[in-house]
T-cell receptor
Framework: ETGVTQTPRHLVMGMTNKKSLKCEQH?????MYWYKQSAKKPLELMFV???????ENNSVPSRFSPECPNSSHLFLHLHTLQPEDSALYLC?????????????FGEGSRLTVL | GQNIDQPTEMTATEGAIVQINCTYQ??????LFWYQQHAGEAPTFLSY??LDGLEEKGRFSSFLSRSKGYSYLLLKELQMKDSASYLC??????????WGAGTKLIIKP
């Protein structure tokens, strides 16, 4: 069982659809993250949940909506997306109690918006 | 503004040594990370430097110079499986990670 699991791995949706990405971590971490990864661009932090508080990047459009029901699960709800939202969406977790706080990533959900 | 620069792509030969450079500009500094990402896979943690100097971990070493805003990742005895993207990230004073766009390393036989 991997540490951070994301589903689905691949998703194709139209601009009027509503879908959700799911992330689950089995590492006992207390922070979870959503990142957007586009080709040849730096990772873009979208949302952080740390100790049940949410921190967000103000540049993220409202068509992306996160949900964190508990410290092990994280969702990203998607609605009325645009073609430019096509990217790899990575979930990560970390422990705020370690020296480095390195991130543990899931393998990502590859999203294509038609 | 905050910025990370690293080369887009590098090519090296199996068995050789390669150095991937990273320069950073951040508001404050709380450490420099390197991650490896194979195509279609999750990024995985390689190293963390917060003090000046060289940290060695097997075939991989990471160096940091805080005064120069500079780090490098050194890979020795290159293997085909080292073909991947290498991501540099600096942590600022708010403990936020500033990421580079990654260096794609191609290993040739």
């Amino acid at each position: 069982e991997t540490g951070v699991t994301q589903t689905p791995r691949h998703l194709v949706m139209g601009m009027t659809n509503k879908k959700s990405l799911k992330c689950e971590q089995h590492l006992g971490h207390n922070a979870m993250y959503w990142y957007k990864q586009s080709a040849k661009k730096p990772l873009e932090l979208m949302f952080v949940y740390s100790l049940e508080e949410r921190v967000e990047n103000n540049s993220v459009p409202s068509r992306f909506s996160p949900e964190c029901p508990n410290s092990s699960h994280l969702f990203l709800h998607l609605h009325t997306l645009q073609p430019e939202d096509s990217a790899l969406y990575l979930c990560a977790s970390s422990s705020r109690d370690t020296e480095t706080g390195e991130l543990f990533f899931g393998e990502g959900s590859r999203l294509t918006v038609l | 503004g905050q910025n990370i620069d690293q080369p887009t792509e590098m090519t090296a030969t199996e068995g050789a040594i390669v150095q991937i450079n990273c320069t950073y500009q951040t508001s404050g500094f709380n450490g420099l990370f390197w991650y490896q990402q194979h195509a279609g896979e999750a990024p995985t943690f390689l190293s963390y430097n917060v003090l000046d100097g060289l940290e060695e971990k097997g075939r991989f070493s990471s160096f940091l110079s805080r005064s120069k805003g500079y780090s490098y990742l050194l890979l020795k005895e290159l293997q085909m499986k080292d073909s991947a993207s290498y991501l540099c990230a600096a942590m600022d004073s708010n403990y936020q990670l500033i990421w580079g766009a990654g260096t794609k390393l191609i290993i040739k036989p």
